[in-house]
C-alpha cells in the first residue's frame, strides 16, 4: 500500500511535483510595467505592489517606503533620494 506522498514522488520520477504558478491577471501584469517604470527612474530601489498600495525597499540600506499611489511612491522616492 503506497501513501500518498509515494504516488506523488513516483509521478514525479523521484523529484517532487509542483505546480506551476497560476498565470497574472491583467491587473498584475499592469502593477508589473508601472512598478518597472519606477525602478527605471530609481535603480537603487525595488518596487512592488501589495494589498494595500506601493511598497520600495533600497536592498543597500534597508530603508523602506510605502505608499497608497505610484505617484505617491515616486515622490517620497525623490524624497529619499534626496532631489
Known amino acids: 500500500m503506497t501513501g500518498h506522498g509515494d504516488a506523488v514522488t513516483q509521478r514525479g520520477r523521484g523529484r517532487p511535483v509542483t505546480r506551476p504558478p497560476p498565470p497574472r491577471s491583467p491587473i498584475d501584469r499592469a502593477r508589473d510595467v508601472i512598478a518597472g517604470r519606477i525602478e527605471a527612474e530609481?535603480?537603487?530601489?525595488?518596487?512592488?505592489?501589495?494589498?494595500y498600495g506601493w511598497l520600495a525597499i533600497r536592498p543597500g540600506d534597508g530603508l523602506v517606503i510605502e505608499a497608497?499611489?505610484?505617484p505617491s511612491l515616486a515622490a517620497l522616492l525623490r524624497i529619499a533620494d534626496g532631489g
Open 68 to 70: 497608497t499611489s505610484a
Open 42 to 51: 530609481f535603480p537603487d530601489w525595488k518596487v512592488a505592489h501589495g494589498l
